[in-house]
């Protein structure tokens, strides 16, 4: 039986709407025992939920979400563990991050031009605190301005391809992303791949050219997957030898059917990412995991 464990959340360092320590807070109520801090191309809010981790007894693992392009898509690939001071690794964030702030006025640059609305960037950097602006920020902007009834509503109509905000991603590769990862000690996991909605055949190539890469994991187990994506997901990652991994992709408590911690168990045959970690020493609770 393996402790309460969470492996794929945000804070305000990117997306999310929770500051890291109040993140950190959250979990320990909700009776997580071991969560990694996985925010979108950025390690800056790690050293925060650390010291808040310490505090309340929490094994909080480091991470990240890392954007990349692949054959055209969007893929998301977590590192777990690594060593957020690596520099291979804190070189290539920085790359993103370029990218991403490029994007944002980008972004903002379009929905004035096609959509004829104004002022959007300065309410996403509002949003942001500061840090990372990223689409979903545009999206919650425009929701408090009334365009659109929800974040969803938002991407539907203005943020995805053939909508006028919409920009194309030029994020690193999957080998870039899984050296970065691998160079900084930490264990490479494919991202919610239900989400992609790739094919079958497309799946397991990306699948097959994240393992070549020295990729480890997929996330079987996600807040964006049904429970039959769960057990399809898991017929992937046994057949292709990969370890299995599981994650809310907690946001803030605006998505109420996102919940830190409130996972279904891995399906029967997974081998977990988590296996060979040193865990004994943590409190075990009957989660099934």
């Not at 397991?204 to 964006?224: D, K, P, Q």
């Amino acid at each position: 039986m393996y402790p309460t464990i969470d492996l794929h959340t945000h804070s305000t360092a990117s997306d999310g709407t929770l500051t890291p320590a109040e993140l950190v807070r959250c979990a320990h109520r909700e009776g997580v025992e071991i969560l990694a801090l996985t925010d979108h191309d950025t390690t800056e809010g790690l050293a925060e939920a650390a010291a808040e981790a310490r505090r309340l007894g929490l094994v909080l693992v480091s991470g990240v979400e890392i954007s990349v392009t692949w054959s055209g898509c969007t893929i998301h690939i977590l590192g777990v563990g690594m060593d957020p001071e690596a520099a291979l690794l804190q070189e290539g964030l920085e790359s993103l991050r370029a990218f991403r702030e490029w994007r944002a006025e980008e972004i903002g640059r379009r929905l004035a031009r096609d959509a004829a609305i104004e002022g959007t960037l300065d309410g996403a950097r509002g949003l942001s605190n500061g840090r990372l602006v990223s689409r979903t920020h545009f999206a919650r902007h425009l929701v408090e301005r009334g365009v659109e009834p929800d974040v969803r509503s938002v991407f539907q109509h203005y943020l995805v391809k053939g909508k006028p905000g919409h920009v194309a991603g030029h994020w690193a590769s999957l080998e870039e992303a899984v050296a970065w990862i691998r160079g900084a000690g930490g264990q490479a996991v494919i991202a919610h791949p239900a989400r992609y909605r790739l094919t079958r055949g497309k799946l397991r190539r990306l699948a097959t050219e994240f393992l070549r890469a020295g990729g480890v994991g997929m996330e079987v187990v996600s807040g964006s997957h049904s429970l039959d994506e769960c057990f399809t997901m898991a017929r992937h990652a046994r057949d292709l030898g990969l370890l299995a991994s599981a994650g809310s992709d907690y946001h803030g408590p605006a998505d109420p059917w996102v919940q830190l911690g409130r996972l279904s168990p891995l399906p029967p045959g997974c081998s977990p990412l988590w296996k060979d970690w040193p865990i004994a020493r943590i409190p075990r609770r009957a989660t099934g995991q």
